[in-house]
């Protein structure tokens, strides 16, 4: 029978903790290690629907990108996600910027999707590890063209400005680390992440980069089938359960 400290070392394996960025918060974030697991439920996020659902699967871990505890918890009240978490005897995992970075990650996985070829990590002073990832089209594009694109391939709605430059070498990172778009600029046509600020637009295409924004939850959300097969295949008398979350945020 595998417990729950089983499937922090196997993640451990394939996007280990000890990557993740000094300001992050991933791990066994919440439980027992020791529980047995029958049932994992899996998420994006630990929101009182993610966390009602994996109560309704009966599951005893739940596994997200986001960290559970990410601020310090100043008080724990019925009704919030930890204390849902606790009383029901329900542990958490959180794999963040680790499962940025590591290989056949976040930023890996939203490569692929953008059909990028010669895919391969890029280091940056801004962060600890390489998170970023670049890649090159398979044909050259305009700016328009590019939005489309990622609009096709991400499903999503998305900002776009463009630095009228032809795009053949793109840099993608999921989420938001809006700081990064500098040290991008001059080594890549064009930038793909989650969120972008409204300077951050005008800095890049002024300096000749184009950038999208392509959502955070767009970006980043499509690793967690991925990671499930994983488990899957590690862990296979165990039930997993990607919970169907959708973008908290409506556009109108």
């Known amino acids: 029978m595998s417990k729950v400290i089983d499937f922090y070392n196997f993640i451990d394996s394939i996007a280990p903790f000890a990557t993740q960025e000094s300001w992050d918060n991933s791990g066994l974030l919440l439980g027992n290690p020791e529980r047995e697991v029958i049932k994992v439920s899996l998420a994006l996020d630990a929101t009182a629907k ?8 009966g599951a ?4 997200t990108h986001h ?6 918890a100043k008080k724990i009240l019925a009704g919030s996600v930890i204390y849902e ?3 029901n005897g329900i542990s958490a995992i959180s794999a963040h910027t680790c499962l940025d970075s590591a290989e056949g990650g976040v930023n890996d996985t939203l490569a692929a999707i953008l059909e990028l070829e010669d895919i391969s990590p890029l280091e940056l002073d801004g962060t600890d590890t390489p998170l970023v990832r670049v890649g090159k089209l398979k044909t050259v594009m305009s700016g328009d063209e590019f939005a ?14 463009d630095a009228g430059n032809e795009i053949k070498t793109v840099a993608v990172c999921g989420g938001s680390l809006s700081s990064l778009t500098y040290e991008l600029i ?28 392509a959502g955070h939850f767009e970006t980043e959300n499509p690793v967690m089938s991925v990671l499930k097969a994983k488990l899957e295949a590690q862990f296979p008398e165990v039930s997993f359960t990607l919970i169907n979350q959708k973008n908290p945020v409506k556009y109108y």
């Open 50 to 57: 993610t966390v009602a659902a994996t109560k309704e699967n």
């Open 60 to 63: 005893e871990l739940i596994i």
């Open 67 to 72: 960290p559970v505890i990410f601020s310090p």
């Open 85 to 87: 978490l606790l009383t």
């Open 148 to 161: 489309n694109h990622v609009k096709e391939k991400l499903g999503c709605n998305l900002r776009l400005a």
């Open 186 to 213: 001059g080594k890549v046509d064009a930038f793909v992440t989650g969120d972008l600020t409204h300077h951050y637009f005008i800095d890049a295409a002024d300096s000749g980069l184009t950038a999208i924004a």
